[in-house]
């Protein structure tokens, strides 16, 4: 088992999803309960699911400066950077430690592919059209060059892309840059926006279901596609919540199912706890993947059911935002982080009758009590694995 590890200062982070932006728009929905999820208006060609869309963004094109990375992923991050005043909380870690000692770690699971479908569907002559024939648009870095152009950061520039756990593994990559020395803060992003490669790909696998999301409900019948940007400052030191730990695996089992009795899901909450020196008894609240697939919701049922004490609330938040694929672990980070400071089980949003596998854990109505502790779930398609760890201040 991994050696307990000192924990990590967040000392700013925000989101922006369909429920709004920023923290404070965010926790206003849980409380509310009130789902950011509608029916499919992105598409041309008719879909009939519901999606987690973000207004303004055909009409928000990035400034003059920037405009060689515009696109629909880029604008989102864009405006993601101005919520509950992160940038200017970035750009003051970066004179505080200087640009070459300050990471930006993102993680992305589709980039600025929707770039991409639109540059060939306005071939002109059999080439991409002008304003989108820059070749930075058309790389899974994409992100990670646009974020380092507005930041200025000169530090190691990493994009991770693991499908649905991309967001949530940037958290224990920067953790291992700052306990190293490479480091001395690291700047956090995870963004991913609706296109079409990703909801007619997912609706191919019949995973997508055709009304809002129902995770864990015994009914279920497939997922909602969301998009979001989240972003996150770790430093050593500093007010703030903790990254108190965090473990990552791969079930090397299958490509878009997870292991029967998931073995990676297990050993990654192990490696999180041992990390974080605790115990599951120890854990005040589970944000759970939840996707309302078939298989995943009833793998971590299982989990949840077979390690937790019965006084452990749990739960997942996609009902609210809908599954906003890579950027989903930084964004349930943040809604954990939301949690925790406000002491709100946020319930699980449209579900009603419990699968058989779910124990008492599961919360389907909102909840008032303290909370000092949570852990945050992401699994991805082939059996990508990460399991983080936060504590109060």
């Not at 060609?45 to 990035?62: K, N, Q, S, Y």
Request: aromatic content about 6%.
């Amino acid at each position: 088992m991994p050696d307990r590890i000192a924990p990590t200062a967040i000392t700013a982070y925000t989101a922006i999803s369909a429920l709004g932006s920023g923290r404070a728009a965010h926790a206003e929905a849980l409380r509310a309960r009130r789902s950011g999820l509608r029916a499919n208006d992105f598409t041309a060609t008719p879909l009939a699911c519901a999606i987690g869309r973000v207004d303004g963004l055909e009409d928000a094109p990035l400034p003059a400066d920037f405009a060689r990375y515009d696109c629909r992923n880029n604008r989102l991050a864009w405006q993601g950077l101005f919520a509950d005043g992160f940038l200017d909380a970035a750009r003051a870690a970066i004179a505080r430690h200087g640009a070459q000692r300050v990471a930006l770690v993102v993680g992305t699971s589709t980039a600025s592919i929707g770039a991409t479908e639109q540059a060939y569907r306005e071939l002109d002559g059999g080439a991409f059209p002008a304003y989108l024939a820059e070749p930075r648009l058309h790389t899974p870095h994409s992100l990670g060059l646009f974020l380092e152009a507005v930041l200025g950061t000169r530090g190691p520039c990493l994009t991770i892309a693991t499908a649905c756990s991309s967001s949530a593994k940037v958290f224990a990559q920067a953790e291992r840059l700052l306990r190293l020395g490479v480091a001395d803060a690291a700047i956090l992003a995870g963004v991913d926006t609706l296109c079409g490669s990703v909801l007619f790909g997912f609706n191919a696998l019949e995973l997508v279901a055709p009304e809002a999301c129902r995770p864990f409900d015994a009914a279920r019948r497939g997922i909602s596609i969301g998009e979001a940007a989240g972003f996150a400052l770790l430093e050593r030191d500093g007010a703030g919540p903790r990254l108190l730990g965090h473990g990552e695996s791969s079930d090397a089992h299958h490509m878009s199912t997870p292991h029967p009795e998931g073995l990676g899901a297990r050993l990654a909450l192990a490696d999180a706890l041992a990390r974080a020196g605790m115990t599951p008894a120890g854990i005040d609240y589970v944000n759970l993947h939840g996707t309302a697939t078939r298989k995943n919701d009833e793998v971590e049922a299982a989990l949840l059911a077979d390690l937790f004490p019965a006084s452990t609330r749990a739960s997942s938040t996609k009902g609210w935002t809908g599954h906003t694929l890579g950027a989903a672990g930084i964004l349930e980070a943040v809604l954990t982080l939301q949690a925790l400071e406000h002491d709100l089980v946020p319930g699980t949003l449209n579900t009603t009758t419990p699968d058989p596998a779910c124990g008492p854990q599961l919360a389907l109505a909102n909840e008032s009590r303290p909370l000092r502790t949570a852990l945050s779930h992401s699994f991805g398609f082939g059996g990508n694995n990460c399991i983080l760890a936060f504590g109060r201040d």
